[in-house]
């Protein structure tokens, strides 16, 4: 079941999972400042807003001011993670003149603030990728040490494609035996497609472990090949591109 469980058990294995990821995160840029990131996937029910959520706790924790963003105007489920009312959010803070601050909540978590989706609007695509959201994300980066975008997945809609392409890095999570490599590397596509500065892969759902918990496995970037944390390159999923 996916929870909060950074929250709830800080000291259980999982929670250190995420703890690891942060600083994976945190280390995979160090020429950038990492102040926006947006979490997608190949598909639905990989596990992104389980992920978002959880590395936000973490980091909050951490002692960074973080805000997580609802960014799904499709399916939205971050209310559903944190058990808020989805009454007002991000869709109303694109069409508003006031404050983006005044559509934010804070969560049981201190430090960790929430920006829900507000009413599903029509379009989407076209909102996330309108001159207000740039100008309302920049609002929002002098309040906040981190922000973290949940996104719709890249294999099914534009949506996160747009916005990888003003954030400062992506993340793409996958579950193990969900999907295919073929999809795997469709999604990788897109994003490399729009220039996104896709910092890992979180692969989650692996075999449960004697604690009883999913473990996860990050694997990062290099220019067209992948590698568990530190290692040269993922072997048997993605190939480098030709040049």
Excluded: C, W
Excluded at 47 to 62: L, R
Excluded at 88 to 105: C, H, N, T, Y
Excluded at 185 to 209: D, F, Q
Aim: aromatic share 6%; glycine share 8%; charged share 25%.
């Amino acid at each position: 079941m996916d929870t909060l469980i950074s929250h709830i058990s800080p000291k259980s294995p999982i929670s250190e999972a995420y703890r690891t990821l942060r600083t994976n995160i945190q280390f995979s840029d160090l020429d950038h400042t990492l102040k926006t990131i947006v979490f997608t996937s190949s598909m639905a029910g990989e596990g992104k807003t389980t992920t978002t959520s959880n590395v936000g706790v973490v980091s909050a924790k951490a002692g960074k001011r973080v805000l997580i963003i609802d960014a799904d105007l499709r399916k939205p489920s971050i209310h559903k993670m944190f058990k808020k009312v989805n009454a007002k959010g991000l869709s109303d803070a694109l069409i508003s003149d006031e404050s983006p601050i005044r559509f934010v909540i804070p969560t049981e978590e201190p430090n960790l603030d929430l920006m829900l989706s507000g009413p599903i609007p029509p379009n989407p695509s076209e909102i996330l990728g309108s001159k207000r959201m740039r100008a309302l994300m920049e609002k929002l980066k002098d309040a906040y040490d981190l922000i973290l975008v949940d996104a719709p997945p890249v294999g099914i809609v534009t949506d996160a494609q747009i916005l990888s392409t003003f954030m400062d890095g992506t993340m793409l999570v996958l579950r193990i035996g969900h999907g295919d490599r073929k999809q795997t590397a469709y999604a990788v596509e897109l994003l490399r497609n729009v220039n996104a500065n896709l910092l890992g892969v979180v692969m989650n759902r692996l075999p449960i472990n004697e604690g009883g918990y999913y473990k996860y496995k990050y694997y990062a970037y290099y220019g067209g090949a992948y590698g568990e944390e530190q290692e040269p390159q993922k072997r048997g999923l993605f190939k480098k591109k030709r040049r």
